[in-house]
């Protein structure tokens, strides 16, 4: 009998440790890479998945087919926004009821400000899904071991 108690006591410790080095992904964000001069869009968005890799140290953006569109070594990490611009929604408003001009669009972005391998100045803007925003934000500040900027937000 103790046996057997040992065996799950381990398998559960396994278990256990394993998802405390497993890296924090949020799912269903996008990808827009930035242009030199600060604007958010330069090409269409990508969606995917924003991992947060402890064990390689790594933030990546994975595509779903799984290819990675960027990976920033935490290291070259300069500085982190957050971001949650307020839009009225203008098509509701529209479309449906003129009380929809009261009611604000939220998005959430969170911009990655890095130096690449040749020393360049470089930035990433990934927009998060609003269900999983304020976790990623968290993963970010505690993975990259960073301050994140929260800019426009109550």
Not at 72 to 94: K, L, T, W
């Amino acid at each position: 009998m103790q046996w057997r108690n040992a065996v799950a006591s381990f398998a559960l410790l396994t278990v256990l440790a394993t998802q405390s080095f497993a890296a924090e992904k949020f799912a269903c964000a996008e990808y827009f890479a930035a242009t030199t001069t600060g604007q958010k869009k330069a090409e269409p968005g990508v969606k995917g998945t924003l991992v947060f890799d402890a064990v390689s140290k790594k933030v990546e953006f994975l595509d779903p087919k799984g290819t990675a569109a960027f990976a920033i070594d935490y290291d070259s990490i300069r500085a982190m926004e957050y971001e949650r611009p307020e839009q009225p929604r203008y098509v509701a408003a529209v479309l449906v009821s003129p009380a929809f001009l009261l009611a604000r669009s939220k998005k959430h972005y969170l911009t990655i400000e890095y130096k690449d391998q040749a020393g360049e100045a470089r930035s990433v803007v990934v927009r998060l899904n609003k269900r999983n925003a304020r976790e990623a934000v968290e993963a970010a500040t505690t993975e990259a071991n960073k301050s994140v900027e929260r800019i426009g937000e109550k």
